[in-house]
């Protein structure tokens, strides 16, 4: 496979533009699918304390011959850890269960704004990257005002915020923002969680335009856009498949029919899928 587009983040680090996302899959059941994906040749590895799954995770990484270094092993801080402490001792569990000592990218997994802890939570992450524990930080299904919040009250602006994005909720203008403030826009359901986008009678007439399959169309079109993509699947054959995105490009009319298919999440809306208020 040709090498992974890498994308600047703003700490001077780099994270490659296509990684490897295990929500749903539980710790027994992630090692083999997290294996072929290694083999395929991702290097981003995206997890969470609440997926559950950190331990198998760890074991994949330990138990191949890639060396730790290639490797960029995210993971998250679940929603009942915010507060400054709270949010170091939750990042020893997680490592812990990883088996590593540093975490390439660590992300606050929602702000929960009602609690009003998300920007205690951010100090200790900077913190822990000035220990050198963590390598970069960032943040997940963060709005504007909260972005703006943590750059505000401690200088730091987050590296990354990964938020739910695909053609069907494209996130025009909080990508705009994240362009104007160096956060570099990871898309999680990157593929739409097999809601129907890649059954949209547009999004199949351009991949047989381009002779490639929905998802590959769907793949390039975040790359192109300079989004970094993490889809999950558990199959062999769409490991490899959604790592193969070169060798082919969207002309800017396929980009824009695929940037205007609908404002329509395939999640439930942040809220009523847990407690994130
Ligand atoms: N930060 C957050 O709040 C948040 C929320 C949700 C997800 N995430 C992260 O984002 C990652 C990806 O999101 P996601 O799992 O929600 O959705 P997704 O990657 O958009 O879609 C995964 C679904 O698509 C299927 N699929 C995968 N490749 C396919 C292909 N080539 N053709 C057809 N179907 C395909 C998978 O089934 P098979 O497994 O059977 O192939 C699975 O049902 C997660 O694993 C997680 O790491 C983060």
């Known amino acids: 496979m040709p090498p992974v587009p890498h994308l600047e983040l703003n700490d001077g680090t780099t994270l490659p533009q296509i990684g490897y996302g295990v929500f749903m899959i539980s710790p027994e059941d992630v090692v083999a699918p997290l294996n072929s994906a290694i083999e395929t040749g991702y290097r981003l590895i995206d997890t969470a304390a609440a997926y559950g799954n950190e331990e198998g995770v760890g074991k994949a990484i330990a138990n ?7 490797f960029v092993v995210t993971t998250k801080l679940w929603n009942d850890d915010h507060g400054h402490d709270e949010t170091l001792r939750a990042f020893d569990r997680s490592a812990d269960k990883l088996g590593l000592d540093t975490v390439d990218l660590y992300l606050i997994h929602f702000p929960r704004p009602a609690l009003g802890k998300y920007v205690d939570s951010w100090r200790a992450m900077v913190r822990l990257r000035e220990e050198g524990r963590v390598r970069s930080i960032g943040v997940s299904n963060f709005g504007v005002p909260e972005l703006d919040r943590l750059a505000e009250e401690t200088g730091v602006v987050p590296a990354v915020n990964q938020v739910e994005l695909h053609p069907m909720f494209p996130q025009d203008e909080l990508r705009a923002a994240h362009a104007e403030r160096g956060v570099i826009t990871q898309a999680w359901s990157p593929i739409g969680r097999n809601q129907g986008l ?12 381009v002779d490639r399959t929905p998802a590959q169309v769907v793949l390039r079109w975040h790359l192109q856009l300079g989004v970094v993509v993490i889809p999950k699947s558990e199959r062999d054959d769409r490991i490899r498949a959604n790592f193969d995105l070169t ?31």
């Open 64 to 70: 191949s011959d890639v060396p730790r270094s290639e």
């Open 198 to 209: 890649l059954q949209h009678p547009d999004v199949v007439a351009i991949a047989r335009a």
């Open 247 to 277: 060798g082919f490009t969207l002309d800017a009319a396929q980009m824009a029919t695929l940037g205007a298919l609908g404002e329509q999440r395939c999640n439930p809306v942040p809220g009523t899928l847990f407690d994130v208020s």
